[in-house]
């Protein structure tokens, strides 16, 4: 027995073959584990040396003798073990336990005979050893899975670290690797298999020693492991049915959880590989020359994808990618003979697996409906696909839509104590791509549009409210027909029902990307439009979207009224028509009404200057709702309307003179306009007004007069135009927003708010004469006159050069009392008319037109805003049959009146009958002594005059 008698720490020298009385005394040690010459017994590690002589010397007793040594593997792990613990408590040894010899030695030893053993016969020991090697190390994992010190098996670089580091393991894996790479050109299946078997028996335990030999051979144990799974999975004969339910598929075919271990495990870093293998099994299953297991490749895969999503996210993107016209034709022949019930199963699974997976999906549910859509007579040959898989597609769609409905609506709000729902993947994944599917929606292509746009509705209430508001606001963005319109308001009815406040998150998201620039010019103006149609449609009910999208605008009118100045004409006529439709707010901030109203009456000059009928429409009827909001709407727009057209810089639109030109334009090189310089030089320190120090700047000695403001160059067409829409939206502002078609002349009739007219008179007074205040209203003598001239020229000149005026001072007079807030106006028109006509030398008034067309307007206004009686009134009939001087007599007798009867508003009753205000002239006493001028005017023309002598008696 010098076998046993060795020193512990020497290699074993090569012997000489055992005699068969020598063998025989090994054997009967082996099996008593008692030595033969002394009587004693063996240690371990004695017996453990006596099981190695034995397999070198008898070869056919491996299974005995590797049965024994699993003990020395299991004795050198637990002290591996007790080592550790005891290094991490400080101690010497393990407490109750006493160290033993070590047994590095032996276990070096057994590594180098079974090395031999397989490098000499590879075929015949390869087998064998990975399987013992393999089994134990997954019995050892197994058992001491839960001892002090091991790390949990989800820990998996800490529990490989760890069995890496124990001699024993780590030998047991050499030479599993050894025995696989020996087989691995050959046949590596029963190596695999014991891989497979082992990690059915002991996972997750035994997960480390997967993913090491995975790492080292990925190539080779993904192949293998997949067709040795496959086999398995044909051996067992799975249903179809059992893919939708993994426990039961376990039970029937075990190693299926191993594949889905190992492949997972490998997934990390080598997903590249699993996935390139994958297609390839698909691939070649499909072929002609395809052998009998390949047929279940796919119900195989199938089973993979089911079991782990990691798998299926792995390969479904790719496998859509390969999924042309020839391999889908392929498959039908492939599926062709399975009876029915297999093929609805299969679809199931399918449609199971399509709502699981997250990568790809868009890519998926993009190949289903190109594939489900009908085929065109265009198609090349070749590339069109069979009326089954068409159907099939169909068929797999509709059953998607159904089953994500049930995952969305059956879902439920948890209560607190509740876990959170189940997720979708496949409506996870789609969440981004949102836009996408309204883009494919508004397509309106047969069957395709139908399914999208269900599918929208369902991932609108799965992802709500984000993914809600998101596809309303792409469907009214991108729509640009009635028809394609329609989608969004079908989509808003079904998700109203289940969503609340649906409709102001999308008209808030709307506003926010336009203000954010997240939207093109050509997107907000479309946005607008389809907002404005639908506001315009015909409500079925309060709950209707029309009547709520008014609504919920009404409440963003700042912030689309700031879009009225946008840089680009279209959407500013576009905010302009939406906010021209929208119900106006019963109350609205006085900051926000005030900027709405500049910017509304900004673009109506805008508009009105680009001669866009269109634009004007809108304009129009968005200053005019404004108006009838309040009576401090109505003021605010009337006062920036009249601002608006009297300032120089929209004067020309209407004939008026428009800006005066620099002084580089007018000539004058190197001039610097200064006000300060200016005042120094032509007026003194004191104003005296109306003083013979009184200063008539016309010009610079050496420089010429003036610059002369600039008259505009348009058609009087363009310009009566101009006035007419101009007067007809002030007529329509001053009757509270009531207006009727826009190319209808609007006369200046009754009706006009009387404070409407009053808004409108103060802001005449203070454009014309903004140096005196609108509380003049006491007519003065005529002597006052002489120190008003200044003033009165540059009121006269005013109206010269604006001949909107005139129109202005008609409508104020409209609305009566209104007039004799002007009062300061008509005194300064009335005296400079009154010195032009006594200072003329003309024969008859034709000589000077301006001033016998605002003599005539004058005395018409004032009698129309019942300031002078009716007799008074008719006068300037006639002003253009008679001389100078008898013009200047009878505007002198108006100033009498009117000086006698100033123009106080308490001179007017209110009818309520009729809704007017009324002056009873009656009051101011007799109106014959104003007449006299008047008759002795008609007695000597009475050959050209007798006939309007009837329009002259009181």
């Avoid at 070590?102 to 050893?129: G, I, M, T, Y």
């Avoid at 299969?346 to 594939?371: D, E, K």
């Avoid at 109306?690 to 160059?713: D, N, T």
């Amino acid at each position: 027995m010098s076998a046993l008698c060795d020193p512990p720490g020497a290699a074993s020298p090569p012997r000489p073959p055992l005699s068969s009385q020598e063998l025989a005394q090994e054997i009967k040690a082996f099996l008593s584990g008692v030595d033969p010459v002394h009587g004693t017994k063996l240690t371990l590690k004695e017996h453990a040396r006596c099981a190695i002589l034995l397999l070198r010397s008898l070869p056919p007793a491996r299974h005995a003798v590797l049965e024994h040594l699993r003990a020395v593997f299991d004795e050198h792990v637990c002290t591996h073990l007790l080592e550790r613990e005891s290094g991490e408590a400080g101690l010497g040894a393990a407490a109750g336990r006493a160290p033993g010899p070590s047994l590095d030695d032996v276990v070096q030893e057994v590594q180098h005979v079974l090395s031999d053993f397989v490098r000499a016969n590879p075929k015949a020991w390869a087998p064998v050893v990975s399987a013992w090697s393999i089994d134990l190390m997954g019995q050892l994992s197994s058992k001491y899975a839960g001892r002090h010190g091991v790390p949990h098996a989800s820990s998996l670089n800490e529990l490989l670290q760890l069995w890496m580091s124990c001699k024993a393991t780590r030998t047991l894996m050499d030479i599993y690797t050894q025995c696989l790479s020996s087989m691995i050109s050959t046949c590596p299946d029963a190596c695999v298999d014991a891989l497979l078997d082992t990690s059915v028996q002991h996972s997750p335990h035994f997960d480390w020693v997967v993913a090491h030999i995975g790492s080292s051979f990925p190539n080779t144990i993904i192949s293998r492991v997949l067709s040795c799974g496959l086999k398995d999975f044909c051996v067992h004969g799975a249903a179809p049915v059992d893919l939708l339910f993994p426990t039961a598929a376990d039970k029937r075919v075990p190693k299926i959880a191993s594949v889905v271990g190992i492949l997972g495990h490998l997934a990390s870093r080598h997903s590249g590989s699993i996935k390139q293998e994958l297609l390839r099994m698909f691939h070649e299953s499909l072929g002609p020359m395809r052998d009998q297991h390949q047929k279940a490749t796919v119900p195989f895969l199938l089973q993979l994808a089911v079991m782990s999503p990691m798998l299926l996210g792995t390969i479904s993107s790719e496998l859509v990618d390969s999924l042309k016209p020839s391999v889908l034709n392929q498959l039908h022949q492939h599926f062709a003979s399975l009876p029915r019930e297999d093929l609805e199963n299969m679809v199931s699974i399918v449609v199971h697996l399509i709502c699981q997976t997250s990568a790809g999906a868009y890519r998926i549910l993009q190949f289903l409906v190109n594939t489900a859509m009908p085929a065109s007579v265009i198609t090349t040959p070749g590339l069109a696909v069979h009326d089954s898989v068409r159907e099939a597609c169909d068929r797999i769609i509709q059953l998607l839509l159904l089953n994500l409905q049930k995952l969305v609506y059956n879902r439920g709000a948890p209560s607190l104590g509740d876990a959170p729902p189940r997720p979708v993947p496949f409506l996870d994944e789609l969440k981004g791509h949102v836009r996408e599917l309204c883009v494919e929606t508004l397509r309106l292509e047969r069957k395709r549009f139908l399914w999208q746009h269900q599918l929208l509705g369902l991932l609108a209430v799965y992802c709500a409210p984000n993914c809600a508001t998101d596809a309303l606001f792409y469907l009214l963005t991108l729509a640009h027909s009635q028809e394609e319109l329609g989608l969004a308001t079908q989509l808003y009815a079904v998700l109203s029902s289940c969503m609340t406040d649906l409709l102001p998150a999308t008209v808030k998201k709307c506003v926010c990307q336009i203000h954010a620039g997240g939207l093109p010019e050509q997107h907000v103006v479309q946005l607008f439009h389809n907002l404005a149609l639908i506001v315009q449609w015909e409500g079925e009910g309060p709950a209707s979207m029309s009547t709520q999208l008014g609504a919920v605008l009404s409440h963003h009118l700042h912030d689309l009224g700031q879009l009225l100045l946008h840089r680009s004409p279209e959407v500013a006529e576009a905010a302009s028509l939406l906010l021209s439709v929208c119900p106006m707010p019963r109350a609205v901030r006085p900051a926000h009404l005030l900027v709405i109203v500049r910017s509304a009456v900004h673009q109506f000059f805008l508009v009105l200057r680009r001669q866009s009928p269109t634009s004007l429409s809108y304009s129009s009827r968005l200053l005019a709702r404004l108006s009838g909001t309040s009576p401090a709407a109505t003021k605010a727009v009337l006062q920036q309307l009249v601002e608006g057209a009297l300032h120089r810089g929209n004067a020309e639109l209407f004939g008026g003179l428009g800006e005066a030109p620099s002084g580089d334009e007018a000539g004058l090189e190197g001039a610097r306009v200064s006000l300060l310089d200016t005042n120094r030089r032509f007026t003194a320190a004191v104003n005296f007004s109306g003083s013979v120090w009184s200063v008539f700047h016309a010009g610079v000695i050496g420089r010429g007069l003036k610059p002369v403001a600039a008259a505009g160059g348009r058609a009087p067409e363009e310009l009566a135009h101009n006035a007419q829409s101009f007067l007809s939206l002030l007529l329509r502002c001053c009757r509270g927003g009531r207006y009727g078609p826009a190319e209808a002349p609007v006369p200046p009739a009754a009706g006009i708010s009387p404070e409407a007219a009053k808004a409108v008179a103060v802001v005449l007074v203070e454009s014309v004469c903004p140096d005196v205040t609108g509380s003049e209203l006491c007519w003065p003598p005529e002597e006052h006159t002489r120190s008003t001239v200044e003033r009165d020229l540059q009121i006269c000149r005013r109206f010269r050069d604006n001949p909107l005026l005139f129109p202005l001072l008609r409508l104020v007079a409209a609305g009566r009392p209104a007039l004799c807030y002007c009062s300061v106006l008509l005194r300064g028109l009335l005296a400079t008319l009154m010195a032009h006509w006594e200072a003329s030398r003309e024969s008859d008034t034709t000589g000077s037109p301006w001033h016998l067309q605002a003599s005539c307007a004058l005395v018409a206004c004032m009698a129309e805003g019942s300031l002078l009686p009716p007799v008074l009134g008719n006068m300037h009939e006639i002003f253009h049959q008679l001389a100078p001087f008898e013009v200047h007599l009878l505007l002198l007798s108006v100033w009498d009146y009117m000086r006698d009867n100033s123009p106080l508003p308490q001179k007017f009753t209110f009818q309520a009958d009729r809704g007017l205000f009324f002056r009873d002239f009656s009051r101011d006493g007799d109106v014959g002594k104003y007449l006299a001028v008047l008759h002795s005017v008609l007695h000597k023309n009475i050959d050209r005059l007798g006939l309007l002598a009837g329009r002259f008696r009181t």
